[in-house]
């Protein structure tokens, strides 16, 4: 098992930045890949960004490439995502998963909510 405890959600103003951070405990996440999602009041979760955590290889939904930077720091375990130049469309509640699946991400954190004001 994973836990995934996001932390970093909160109000920003238009054009701001906010970093959030997902702490991974339990089983290693080294070896498997993680990222971000989110869920926008009465829309359907999205993708928003994934890292290969062995590899660092990344990967972006294209409404946040250019804006939004997924990274990790494997000595604790912590993945992270630096979102700058926010707008109100990005408002969500953002969510840190681990180890995708055919059905899926396996785990899922308890998201965190970033609210950006116009």
């Known amino acids: 098992q994973v836990q995934l405890v996001e932390s970093g959600g909160g109000l920003v103003q238009a054009g701001g930045s906010l970093r959030l951070s997902c702490a991974a405990s339990g089983r290693t996440v080294s070896g498997t890949t993680m990222g971000w999602f989110r869920q926008a009041p009465g829309k359907e979760r999205e993708f928003v960004a994934a890292i290969m955590w062995t590899s660092s290889r990344t990967s972006y939904a294209d409404s946040v490439k250019g804006r939004f930077t997924i990274s990790k720091d494997n000595a604790k375990n912590t993945l992270y995502l630096q979102m700058n130049s926010l707008n109100p469309e990005d408002t969500a509640v953002y969510y840190c998963?681990?180890?995708?699946?055919?059905?899926?991400?396996?785990?899922w954190g308890q998201g965190t909510q970033v609210t950006v004001s116009s």
């Open positions: 998963a681990a180890d995708p699946g055919v059905t899926g991400y396996r785990y």
